[in-house]
């Protein structure tokens, strides 16, 4: 179900992701009721690329996971390109990539049979599916090991041909999950070129890293999140201005800091 609507003339551009008072309590066995997100309000837009800085445990993955439909909020609500996670989690789906460290690929199927099999699960079929599958084999340089099984790749052709299983359907919006974590230096910039190339694309990305140069190279925009809440939202030249410090590391750590 089509939930979306289009704007009305002269109204500002839907987000492509939108989050509300995003707040995520759980229980813990050691450390009780643990509040993940508090309260917590984004947005990102089409043609940005926006980088979620934080600690390990300030609640970035957990965003990320709700934004994804794979966790629910305790309370809140969000949309990713229009359609409410809560309300319509498998026309989110649709319509998103998302891509995480820990995504795992099937280590039986080759990897032109894992981006074969998900093509079908997104209704690609005969010419089209065939069409599509050759592009991002070339796309992403894995053309030369495509009959190789993914379970016996390297973390940094796995990482390849995950990327390439995400934006398989051409989603608006990708949500990344620090995606360069593991990877050598060339896998690396390979991430980082593709994750550029989507600005110009129109697409929306959010991602989270733990790498701030790379958050300086990319980000239109970066939010700073600590202890579920976001500390602060903005250009890096706005949170240069607000902390004073030039250096993203030394702004960050001035933001959490405080």
Known sequence: MNTSTAPERGSPPTPA???????????DSERGTVEALRELDLECGY???FGL???????????????????APTSGSACVDGIDVGQDPLEVRRRLGYLSASTGLYPRLTARETLEYFGKMHGLQGEALRSRV????RSFAI???????????????????SIARAVLHEPKVLILDEPTTGLDILSSSAMIDFVESCRGQGRCVL???????????LCDRIGVIHQGRLLAVGTLAELRERTGKHWLEDVFKTLVGA
Do not use: M, W
Not at 53 to 71: E, F
Not at 207 to 216: G, K, N, R, W
């Open 17 to 27: 992701i939108q989050a509300k008072a995003l707040r995520k309590v759980y229980k």
């Open 47 to 49: 043609g940005e690329i």
């Open 53 to 71: 800085l934080g600690p390990n445990g300030a609640g970035k993955s957990t965003t990320l996971r709700i934004l994804a439909t794979i966790l």
């Open 134 to 137: 050759e592009d991002l084999l």
């Open 143 to 161: 053309e030369s090991y495509q009959h190789g099984l993914c379970g016996g790749l390297s973390t940094g052709q796995k990482q390849r041909v």
């Open 207 to 217: 991602f989270s890293t733990h790498i701030l140069s790379e958050a300086e190279r």
